[in-house]
């Protein structure tokens, strides 16, 4: 690796996976934040304390189904949909997700991080349709919407990278718990489904304690330039909400991302990141299952800057280039990262 680029990597956090399957949105499962944040801020061989800071919106404002763009009208016509027999038709849902996350190194091998969520979310929906529909402005009044908001579900995340001399390659494992609000607390408080309970997959929380399991390997290729690769599994062990009738659990991703990163300067650090989400259908009585599976690939651009001494300012622009989705979902135009880490 570069000298300078070198520098830079040592000094910033270590493997920090914040945008690991945040609570995914009903009928949007596969979208959400994917941003690599471990390759956004480098893999750390520094021991000692960091802080970071990290501010991800998602406007997931586009209806698709398959590979395509779709409208209200497909959802119910499209004879495949179950729809036809009382299916939902989703409008908009806009997500804040604001992570605080702890890291500890006690030496060059080993990295420890707390990562706490607090999410905001404002769901709107067209509601259950069984008959040809239009999104027209006299359809407003169908409109129901909910708002929630809290501390979502905190991940412990270990890594290790003491395989090789110059430890590029590294392992990470983890464990996400259920801390934050789940099942049907939270209820529709505007339009015809006011006071009916919201989607349990649109809560903060999913209510099942997760395993992760992932990999990272980044290296030289050119002067200036350092290229990634890493991927994690996340997969529900153990769910709260497994009464018959009344259950509830997430579907398994696989988030894989690949890199490119010019190092000429410690000051500037762009890097373009694609970032590959697979999931599969959520399960129970409260799943919208035949909504919640499919890939998304996003194009991501950014640039890391050194404000003032061990203090970094990063931020990010996401756009999904490929789509094929299980149903129809919504998906963003568009999210947007911005964070800060600061070493001490």
Same mark, same amino acid.
């Given at each position: 690796?570069?000298?300078?680029?070198?520098?830079?990597?040592?000094?910033?956090?270590?493997?920090?996976?914040?945008?690991? @399957?945040?609570?995914?949105?009903?009928?949007?499962?596969?979208?959400?934040?994917?941003?690599?944040?471990?390759?956004?801020?480098?893999?750390?061989?520094?021991?000692?304390? /960091?802080?970071?800071?990290?501010?991800?919106?998602?406007?997931? @404002?586009?209806?698709?189904?398959?590979?395509?763009?779709?409208?209200?009208? =497909?959802?119910?016509?499209? &004879?495949?949909?179950?729809?036809?027999?009382?299916?939902?038709?989703?409008?908009?849902?806009?997500?804040?997700?604001?992570?605080?996350?702890?890291?500890?190194?006690?030496?060059?091998?080993?990295?420890?991080?707390?990562?706490?969520?607090?999410?905001?979310?404002?769901?709107?929906? !067209?509601?259950?349709?069984?008959?040809?529909?239009?999104?027209?402005?006299?359809?407003?009044?169908?409109?129901?919407?909910?708002?929630?908001?809290?501390?979502?579900?905190?991940?412990?995340?270990?890594?290790?990278?003491?395989?090789?001399?110059?430890?590029?390659?590294?392992?990470?494992?983890?464990?996400?718990?259920?801390?934050?609000?789940?099942?049907? /607390?939270?209820?529709?408080?505007?339009?015809?489904?006011?006071?009916?309970?919201?989607?349990?997959?649109?809560?903060?929380?999913?209510?099942?304690?997760?395993?992760?399991?992932?990999?990272?390997?980044?290296?030289?290729?050119?002067?200036?330039?350092?290229?990634?690769?890493?991927?994690?599994? =996340?997969?529900?062990?153990?769910?709260?909400?497994?009464?018959?009738?009344?259950?509830? /659990?997430?579907?398994?991703?696989?988030?894989?991302?690949?890199?490119?990163?010019?190092?000429?300067? &410690?000051?500037?650090?762009?890097?373009?990141?694609?970032?590959?989400?697979?999931?599969?259908? @959520?399960?129970?009585?409260?799943?919208?299952? &035949?909504?919640?599976?499919?890939?998304?690939?996003?194009?991501?651009?950014?640039?890391?800057?050194?404000?003032?001494?061990?203090?970094?300012?990063?931020?990010?622009? =996401?756009?999904?280039?490929?789509?094929?989705? @299980?149903?129809?979902?919504?998906?963003?135009?568009?999210?947007?990262?911005?964070?800060?880490? !600061?070493?001490?």
């Amino acid at each position: 690796m570069h000298c300078s680029g070198r520098s830079l990597i040592r000094l910033l956090v270590p493997a920090m996976l914040l945008c690991i @399957d945040p609570a995914p949105a009903s009928a949007c499962a596969t979208c959400g934040c994917t941003l690599s944040a471990d390759a956004v801020l480098g893999y750390s061989v520094v021991s000692g304390w /960091r802080l970071t800071v990290e501010d991800d919106y998602i406007n997931q @404002d586009q209806l698709r189904g398959g590979t395509a763009t779709a409208s209200p009208s =497909q959802v119910v016509n499209e &004879p495949s949909n179950p729809a036809l027999g009382g299916g939902e038709i989703e409008k908009q849902t806009i997500n804040r997700y604001v992570t605080a996350g702890l890291s500890y190194s006690p030496n060059s091998t080993w990295n420890f991080n707390l990562l706490v969520p607090y999410i905001v979310r404002d769901h709107t929906t !067209y509601g259950v349709q069984s008959t040809p529909y239009s999104a027209s402005e006299s359809a407003s009044e169908q409109i129901s919407g909910a708002h929630v908001s809290g501390v979502g579900d905190i991940r412990l995340i270990g890594s290790y990278q003491g395989l090789f001399i110059l430890q590029n390659l590294g392992l990470q494992f983890g464990v996400k718990l259920p801390t934050g609000q789940f099942g049907t /607390r939270v209820k529709f408080d505007s339009g015809p489904n006011s006071g009916t309970p919201l989607d349990a997959s649109l809560q903060v929380g999913t209510g099942s304690t997760d395993f992760i399991i992932g990999a990272y390997y980044y290296h030289d290729v050119g002067e200036n330039f350092d290229a990634f690769i890493n991927s994690q599994f =996340q997969v529900a062990l153990a769910h709260h909400q497994n009464e018959p009738g009344n259950d509830f /659990r997430p579907g398994n991703s696989t988030t894989t991302s690949l890199g490119l990163r010019y190092e000429a300067s &410690p000051q500037l650090l762009p890097q373009v990141q694609l970032n590959i989400l697979r999931k599969s259908a @959520d399960q129970g009585a409260l799943a919208d299952s &035949p909504d919640t599976a499919g890939t998304v690939v996003y194009l991501s651009p950014g640039l890391t800057v050194r404000a003032v001494q061990k203090v970094y300012l990063f931020g990010f622009v =996401q756009l999904p280039v490929y789509s094929k989705l @299980d149903g129809f979902q919504l998906i963003p135009h568009w999210t947007v990262t911005a964070g800060a880490n !600061y070493a001490f």
